[in-house]
């Protein structure tokens, strides 16, 4: 299995390109769903993708996330 890390965040991080992933995330579906949840009461629009692998993954874009000028 590839490398990976756990790591709890705010919306504002996600908001302010949390890991410079230029909007691009991946949840287990349990932690999605509660994400989903608050960025609906935040209008925060998602692109969703379901992956199919060993652990039920979701893979998202976050619209209108601060992206820093490098």
């Known amino acids: 299995m590839g490398k990976y ?3 709890p965040v705010t919306i504002d991080q996600i908001m302010d390109d949390f890991g ?4 691009d995330y991946a949840m287990e579906k349990e932690a999605f769903e509660r994400f989903k949840t608050v960025a609906e009461k ?3 629009h ?3 993708n379901e992956e199919d692998c060993d652990v ?5 874009t976050v619209k209108g996330v601060r992206i820093p000028d490098d």
Do not use: Y
């Open 56 to 60: 039920p993954l979701m893979l998202f």
């Open 42 to 44: 935040e209008n925060i």
């Open 46 to 48: 998602l692109s969703v």
């Open 5 to 7: 890390r756990i790591d």
């Open 20 to 23: 410079v992933s230029c909007g």
